[in-house]
């Protein structure tokens, strides 16, 4: 598992901008804006899905006009795509961040990034359901880059367990598909205690599949 954890480039501004003069740069007021776009989008779907929101089910939530919108997107699907990158890059960062320190085996650096993830699903939830479960509504654009994205949590857990191998690289595949499916169904319930719960079940596979690459 393994780009960018909250940090001062990829954090949002919280709220909407101040009135008149302020002495935000223009790159901070854009940024501001996307993210704001984003997690609206992140939102609206949370309640309507994926089909069912419009740009003004985000432009709504977001509190950012119809003109600044599409100065950014040419479409939803733009700032879904958009929303999915960003979502991704921070579970990156995020996982890697626990990951990062050199104490400990894999297995228990593993543990660290797993339980990492498993936290920043819980504490975002809209955003979770984005590259979780909405993506499969956006369509074959929106999977490829899902895709993309799960071939590199792969490689990165290839490197984590050391594991060599076409054989020891299908069962990180395996490993990574099962972990996705496992977080889905609490994710979408709403039950975050019983999302956290699964770092023990998932332990118990990930050491039993580390046994048999040795």
Request: proline share 4%; hydrophobic share 45%.
């Amino acid at each position: 598992m393994t780009e960018p954890a909250t940090s001062p480039e990829t954090e949002p501004i919280v709220g909407k901008l101040p009135r008149g003069r302020h002495r935000l740069s223009r790159e901070q007021v854009e940024q501001s804006q996307r993210h704001r776009l984003m997690l609206g989008m992140a939102e609206a779907m949370t309640e309507k899905g994926y089909v069912g929101t419009s740009v003004a089910d985000v432009l709504k939530r977001s509190g950012v006009g119809r003109e600044t919108f599409y100065q950014y997107y040419g479409s939803k699907l733009d700032c879904f795509m958009d929303a999915f990158d960003t979502a991704g890059q921070v579970l990156f960062a995020q996982v890697d961040q626990a990951q990062a320190e050199l104490a400990g085996t894999p297995l228990e650096r593993f543990e660290r990034g797993l339980t990492a993830y498993l936290d920043l699903l819980a504490a975002q939830p809209a955003l979770a359901r984005l590259f979780l479960v909405e993506v499969y509504a956006a369509g074959p654009e929106a999977m490829a880059r899902r895709a993309a994205l799960q071939a590199r949590i792969v490689d990165a857990l290839v490197v984590l367990l050391e594991a060599e191998g076409e054989e020891a690289r299908f069962a990180c595949e395996v490993l990574v598909a099962a972990v996705a499916t496992m977080v889905t169904n609490p994710l979408v319930n709403g039950d975050y205690e019983a999302l956290r719960a699964l770092k023990e079940r998932i332990m118990r596979l990930v050491r039993r599949v580390a046994t048999g690459l040795e």
